[in-house]
C-alpha cells in the first residue's frame, strides 16, 4: 500500500503562486510515476502533470509554461509549482501516484485551490 499527503493549497489572487506538496510513504518502490490531477467544479477530474520515476514529465496543454512539476527522491515528496494562476485554475487538486502492484492506482486527499480575479 502506498499512502500519499497533499499540502499547500490556499487562496491567492490571479498571477499568484503556489507549491503544492505531496508526500508517500509506505511501499515507495512500487510507484513507477506520480502526478497532479484536479477537478474544478462541474468538471471532470484532468491530468495537469505527471513525472515518471525515470524523470519524464509531461503537462496539460493549459499549464505549460506557468507549473512545473518536481521531485524530492530523499523526501519521497513530489512538487507542483504553480506560477500566473489564473481563475480557470480553481479546482481540488489531487497527487495520483502509479504503481507497479496492485490495485496499480493511488489518490491522495485532495486539496483546494482557490485563484480570486
Known amino acids: 500500500q502506498v499512502q500519499l499527503v497533499e499540502s499547500g493549497g490556499g487562496l491567492v489572487q490571479a498571477g499568484g503562486s503556489l507549491r503544492l506538496s505531496c508526500a508517500a510513504s509506505g511501499n515507495i518502490f512500487s510507484i513507477n510515476a506520480m502526478g497532479w490531477y484536479r477537478r474544478a467544479p462541474g468538471k471532470q477530474r484532468e491530468l495537469v502533470a505527471r513525472i515518471t520515476s525515470g524523470g519524464s514529465t509531461n503537462y496539460a496543454d493549459s499549464v505549460k509554461g506557468r507549473f512545473t512539476i518536481s521531485r524530492d527522491g530523499a523526501k519521497n515528496t513530489v512538487y507542483l509549482q504553480m506560477n500566473s494562476l489564473k481563475p480557470e485554475d480553481t479546482a481540488v487538486y489531487y497527487c495520483?501516484?502509479?504503481?507497479?502492484?496492485?490495485?496499480?492506482?493511488?489518490w491522495g486527499q485532495g486539496t483546494q485551490v482557490t485563484v480570486s480575479s
Open positions: 495520483r501516484a502509479d504503481s507497479g502492484n496492485s490495485p496499480f492506482v493511488y
